[in-house]
């Protein structure tokens, strides 16, 4: 059984209970950049409804051009305005070690990727990173309202740190 | 008022029901790659419970640097072993125009970016190219359980193209 059997059972019982359609534009203006830690439920814990706001995840959280690409098309084609960057406590990045990621891959043969695998040592110090990248990016159309938070996976508070 | 602050006054809530911390592993050894749609609650949509399964979204749900990047430390560091990969219909790139949204960064003065946009014309072919390209990725360690999907913002119903 693949670990995706059980999960397309249950979004048969969904869809029984969707509530159909909604427009394209997320109608809080907002996109919330964040870690693909599978203790954060992005619409539980920010009480955000079905239409309302753009959720951009990658490991850690991090700002990288992917991460520009996806907010740029959702400011400039998708009319929203503000965005909230949350990392967390006890993410996987915190420490890894670059060098021996990439000395791994090496192990087995393949070419060094093109990327880093983008660790920090500090998770209040690279939420800050990641704000000000953001409000200085060139591609981005809204920067005035940019605010950046810090999950906390024991107690599921946010707290805001830049 | 910002746009994040009804979010964290609800996220106040949220933690009084919080039930604690988890594993960073996810217990489903599960990943998602999805869009950054705002009509898609992940978890809700595919019944995932906390601590279960790692998601990462960017416009489009589709593969890049980035992804191949989180995909790699999911698998490497935390331990997953399956992928859904799961577009959606009414994205905002299908048939977004690579080329006038380029020059409208032109226009504006600053530097060509050094990624596209990455649109699409056709749903089902895109995640079979998603697919693919996560099948033959050398940096990525399990690649037998890769599964692809549309989800149809109408019914909220998924449906299997690769």
């Known amino acids: ?3 995706a059997d059980e999960l397309i059972e249950h979004n048969v019982r969904y869809a029984d209970k969707y509530d159909g359609p909604r427009p394209v534009i997320p109608s809080r203006h907002l996109t919330v ?3 693909m830690d599978s203790r954060m439920d992005v619409h539980a814990l920010l ?4 239409g309302e706001a753009h959720v951009i995840r990658n490991a850690g959280g991090v700002v990288t051009d992917d991460v520009i690409r996806s907010l740029a098309i959702s400011q400039r084609r ?3 305005q503000s965005v909230v960057v949350i990392h967390h406590t006890d993410c996987g990045l915190l420490n890894l070690d ?3 990621f990439v000395a791994e891959l090496a192990a087995e043969g393949t070419e060094p990727p093109t990327w880093r695998p983008r660790s920090f040592a500090d998770v209040d110090a690279d939420v800050a990173e990641c704000v000000a990248g953001l409000r200085s ?3 981005l159309k809204a920067t005035d309202d940019i605010r950046g938070f810090v999950f906390d996976v024991g107690t599921g508070l946010l707290r805001e740190v830049a």
């Open 78 to 80: 998708l009319h929203t």
């Open 98 to 100: 670059e060098d021996a």
């Open 47 to 50: 009480g955000l409804d079905l």
């Open 1 to 3: 059984m693949s670990a």
């Open 33 to 35: 950049v964040t870690c």
């Open 137 to 139: 990016s060139p591609y």
